[in-house]
């Protein structure tokens, strides 16, 4: 490999290891653009930020981080810090703008129990192909044409994974119900739990399971 450098090296396995998801996966992507990333890395980090999940909250003020702790519960995540939606509608416009159909799903989506059913509805919708949104809300856009992978019945959305964060027991037994009788025949996992110690290990766990852990840049 005498006159290419290392980074072009990363680039060149970055590329094929891309094109060899597409050939023996449904799925064809892990959030917007992915393919083109890979002209723009310098070094190693850049690569293994990129392929972390992103983290998205829906929540009016969230207040199940405690003061400092950002950097140990966000750092599985890319970026390091949440993308933040105040209400489920402005969820929803962001959702419906994002790839749908056979795409690896990259996002762990966390809301409070008063956002967790219209997000997980939007979700719902998203992954029909309902306009229902679109026609009483021009304010959000057209479901994009589906991405058509080996299975055309497999539908996924950017979201891979939900956490609902519930306050007291009537709301748990609420969402643990909601759960069980909307959800737990779906291709969405979702989690209930508490504040504390418990979200963070959730976290943790959900980053991991979005991540590829098959692929390596070492040299």
Known sequence: MAGTSVTEVRRSRLRNWLADEKKSASAVMWGP???????????????????????VVCQEAPDWIGP?????????????????????????????????????????????????????????AARSGSQWYHRSDPSIDKLPELLVGKDP??????????????????QERAASSWVMRRWQAQDLPITI????????????SMA????????????
């Open 33 to 55: 653009q992915m393919d083109t990333h890979c002209d723009s890395l310098t070094d190693l980090g850049d690569f293994l930020d990129m392929i972390k999940p992103v983290l």
């Open 193 to 204: 739990a508490r504040p504390g110690l418990n979200v963070a290990q959730c976290l943790e």
């Open 208 to 219: 991991n399971s979005l991540t590829p852990q098959t692929f390596s840049l070492s040299l």
């Open 153 to 170: 019945d497999e539908v996924f959305t950017a979201v891979g994974a939900m956490l609902v964060i519930v306050r007291g027991r009537s």
């Open 68 to 124: 400092g702790e950002e950097q140990r519960w966000f750092q599985q995540y890319r970026y390091g810090r949440p993308l933040e939606f105040s209400r489920a509608l402005h969820f929803t416009r962001w959702l419906f703008q994002q790839p749908r159909g056979a795409v690896k799903p990259w996002v762990v989506l966390v809301t409070d129990w008063r956002e967790a059913q219209p997000c997980a509805t939007a979700i719902e």
